[in-house]
């Protein structure tokens, strides 16, 4: 079964195909479709939901998408889904990276506890939709630390690697990501389904 993902991130891709090896997966720029999909959502699972249904609806296929964002215990949950667009405009992940450290400014350690959270959505041609999510746990460093991968990463520490997410390698973010958690999820609930 081919199942066309909401994203043309290239990263995500990978982790996603990993994770359904048993499918055919490819981004929706691969089939065509190139519109924009307005994320109007107030929460992970209704963005993930708008996206994956947007695809699935256009091109009649079974489409996946997610969302997901940095919620920080000391800002209330903030940015949330708005990470990605925290400074203003999309996908400038410096400008996010120091907004987010001024506004930590002077916060204590013990109170800069975060997590990462993703919504995973499967939308059908039928209109079902099957969503499942996942969280990762740590704190906000004080400064970045590591080169790796991409967004909020080098001001991340996780709890489970015991290392910022810059400094760990694919393969050991993908293991404790709340995308991994959540795509794992997702595959157990459609495993066995009959499409």
């Known amino acids: 079964m081919r199942i066309v ?3 043309g991130n ?13 499918y055919e997966v490819i981004s929706m720029q691969e089939t065509g479709f190139s519109g924009e999909i307005e ?5 992970f699972e209704e963005n993930a939901i708008l996206k994956a249904k947007a695809v699935s609806t256009a091109l009649r296929c079974v489409a996946l998408a997610d969302d997901s964002g940095l919620c920080v215990d000391a800002l209330n949950g903030a940015p949330g889904v708005y990470s990605a667009r925290f ?14 450290l001024a506004k930590l400014e002077g916060v204590e350690e013990p109170q800069r506890g975060a997590y990462f959270e ?7 041609p039928d209109g079902r939709v099957i ?5 990762t746990y740590g704190r906000i460093l004080q400064e970045e630390e590591g080169k790796g991968g991409f967004g909020y990463d080098p001001l991340f520490w996780s709890e489970e690697l015991k ?10 973010k993908n293991a404790v990501s709340h995308r991994g958690k959540a795509l794992a999820a997702l595959a157990a ?3 066995g389904m009959d499409f």
């Open 5 to 7: 993902v909401a994203s």
């Open 10 to 22: 290239s990263a995500k891709l990978r982790e996603i195909a990993q994770i359904f090896s048993g």
């Open 39 to 43: 994320e109007t959502g107030e929460t």
């Open 87 to 100: 400074c203003g405009r999309h996908g400038d992940d410096a400008a996010n990276n120091r907004l987010l």
């Open 118 to 124: 993703s919504c995973v959505a499967l939308s059908f």
């Open 131 to 135: 969503t499942a999510s996942g969280r």
């Open 163 to 172: 290392k910022s997410f810059g400094e760990a390698s694919a393969a050991e």
């Open 189 to 191: 609930k459609i495993e």
